[in-house]
């Protein structure tokens, strides 16, 4: 296959994707709306903190990509992996976010191994189709309560139909889960080192000014 034919295959089930999910949203009123919400801060003038992690994430892709390659993992997988990681304000909260990946990855292999022993000794499509529906239902409270560690939830709910959802003579396999960590592991892995060596990249979150001071008369 062709890197056009690729691409077309690849923006095809994007946008077939989007409309999808939006149509669902709609018309389960979990949304009202399709308008995007920007951001305020004004595009122009561009900041040189935006072209410096901007620059940053460019060249951690291409280090994790000839790193694929030269383990033999699937490039898009790492590559996904380090976009995600990568646009974060700092290297801790890029280490927190590889680690909640890798535990919503593992949330969604142990679901899937479940589903693949029920559905092996019963094997229904609404058993599957029922499995699949409270897993993900799983990963969209976890998604809605877990507070800064709701990315779990999300992650599970994006590994969990890769395993389950599957062609016959690939369900039971665990090999997508397997590679996604692996993804997940060399992304994290670039990603922190080419942060934490990067100019001008904070490791840590600015702490705030201590606010200043205020006398009482009586010290007056």
Known sequence: MST???AEGL????????????????L???ERDFDIQLGEAPLFPLRANWLNQSLMLAVTALLT???????GLPPAIAAI?????????????MILKGELRLAGAFLATVWALGTFLLVGLVPHLALLAGLLFLGQFVAA??????????????QMGLVLPMLVVAPSVEFGSLTP??????????????SVVVASV?????????AAPAPPTIRSEQEA
């Open 198 to 206: 990067w100019p001008r990249f904070p490791v840590a979150d600015e």
């Open 81 to 93: 992996s380090v976009m995600v990681l990568t646009v974060t304000p700092h290297v801790q909260a």
């Open 28 to 30: 389960s009123g979990a």
């Open 4 to 6: 056009v034919s690729a």
């Open 11 to 26: 923006f095809a089930a994007v946008v077939l994707g989007v409309v999808v999910a939006d149509m669902v949203s709609w």
């Open 177 to 190: 889960a397997v590679q996604r960590v692996e993804g997940i592991l060399l992304g994290m892995l670039t």
């Open 65 to 71: 990509l000839l790193g694929a390659h030269a383990l």
């Open 141 to 154: 409270y976890l998604t809605q309560t877990a507070g800064k560690y709701n990315y779990v939830g999300l």
